[in-house]
């Protein structure tokens, strides 16, 4: 069983950066392609990305290509999204999510408000 924790949120002037970690505190990351998802108030949840188990392959939504980072530290069980030249229109809670086969697993948020 994997327990996923995001943490690394916060408030954020438009054009600032955040570094959001997304945590196995059980189980390990190692065998789990991991996504990020983010949502808005009164919006559908929509993925931004996803990293391979190994980092190999990494995806992005338009929006945030060239902007945001998605890496992994196995050794720490964690993996990053590094965003940077935030904008007002990327607040929302961020999830992470590691799915494979039949397992689907989601951290419980954290939320990232972008404003001046």
């Known amino acids: 069983q994997l327990q996923l924790v995001e943490s690394g949120g916060g408030l954020v002037q438009p054009g600032g950066s955040l570094r959001l970690s997304c945590t196995a505190s059980?189980?390990?990351?190692?065998?789990?392609?991991i996504a990020w998802f983010r949502q808005s108030p009164g919006q559908e949840r929509e993925w931004i990305g996803c990293?391979?188990?190994?980092?190999?392959?990494?995806y992005y939504q338009d929006s945030v290509k060239g902007r945001f980072t998605i890496s992994r530290d196995n050794a720490k069980n964690t993996v990053y999204l590094q965003m940077n030249n935030l904008k007002p229109e990327d607040t929302a809670v961020y999830y992470c999510?590691?799915?494979?086969?039949?397992?689907?697993?989601w951290g419980q948020g954290t939320q990232v408000t972008v404003s001046s």
């Open positions: 999510n590691g799915r494979y086969a039949t397992d689907d697993y």
């Open positions: 059980s189980g390990t990351l190692d065998f789990y392609p």
């Open positions: 990293s391979s188990v190994n980092d190999r392959f990494v």
